[in-house]
């Protein structure tokens, strides 16, 4: 997001791709690189920031209920089971040049 580029994280894409894996880690390194941070005391959502890049490695909000983490993949190289699309969000922003959206 803008906040994690203006800090010198990675420039903010025109359409923000992302997937929602299961909240289910069971062991993660480097942790200690990570920074939890919300843009606003009030604010929802929470970011888990690399400490060196700034890239945000995965989001997490009350309305995911602990059930899913929100990971960028712009911001990172995932590894994960392949999964079925179950939805789109906010279709109607994508600009013409980005690649046509495969049926599902």
Do not use: M
């Not at 059930?67 to 789109?88: F, I, K, M, W, Y």
Request: with cysteine; aromatic share 8%.
């Amino acid at each position: 997001n803008e906040w994690a580029a203006s800090k010198g994280g990675p420039p903010v894409p025109s359409v923000n791709r992302v997937i929602y894996l299961d909240n289910d880690i069971v062991d993660a390194k480097g942790v200690e690189h990570l920074r939890l941070y919300k843009l606003r005391r009030s604010g929802y959502t929470t970011r888990a920031v690399c400490k060196f890049c700034h890239s945000i490695l995965a989001v997490d909000h009350p309305a995911y209920q602990g059930n899913v983490v929100a990971v960028p993949l712009d911001a990172c190289r995932v590894v994960a089971h392949e999964s079925t699309p179950q939805g789109r969000i906010w279709i109607k922003d994508r600009d013409g040049c980005s690649p046509e959206l495969p049926p599902y």
